[in-house]
Nanobody, 124 residues
C-alpha cells in the first residue's frame, strides 16, 4: 500500500521561505515521478511543479517558476518542494502526488497516489 505524507507547511509572511517534504512509503521513490499541486481557498486544484522519474528534468507553473524548486532523495524516499520568496497568492493546501508515468507533467489524471495535503499560509 503506497502512502504519501506531506509536512513542512505553516504560516509565514511575504517573501519568506518554506520547505515542504513528502515521504513515500510502500514502494521505492524511484518507482515514481513526483509532482506538487495546490488548492487555494475557494478554488480548484492547480499544478505547481513536477519532476520526471529519474529526477533529470523538472517543470513549473509560470506563477512559481524561479521561486520554487522540486527535488528528490531516493535514499530517503522523500520528495521536496523548496519555496522561496513566498507571496500571499501562494496561500493554499499543497499536495504531493506520485505517478507511474516517466514524465507526467501537469496532468493530474496521470498521478496515481496523493498525500493528504499541508496548509501553507502567506500573510502580507
Amino acid at each position: 500500500q503506497v502512502q504519501l505524507v506531506e509536512s513542512g507547511g505553516g504560516l509565514v509572511t511575504d517573501e519568506e521561505t518554506l520547505r515542504l517534504s513528502c515521504v513515500v512509503s510502500g514502494r521505492p521513490l524511484n518507482s515514481f515521478a513526483m509532482g506538487w499541486f495546490r488548492q487555494p481557498p475557494g478554488e480548484a486544484r492547480e499544478f505547481v511543479a513536477a519532476g520526471n522519474r529519474d529526477g533529470s528534468a523538472s517543470f513549473y507553473s509560470e506563477s512559481v517558476k524561479g521561486r520554487f524548486n522540486i527535488s528528490r532523495d531516493n535514499a530517503k524516499n522523500t520528495a521536496t518542494l523548496q519555496m522561496n520568496n513566498l507571496k500571499p497568492e501562494d496561500t493554499a493546501i499543497y499536495f504531493c502526488a506520485a505517478s507511474g508515468y516517466y514524465n507526467p507533467g501537469d496532468r493530474s489524471e496521470r498521478y496515481d497516489y496523493w498525500g493528504q495535503g499541508t496548509q501553507v499560509t502567506v500573510s502580507p
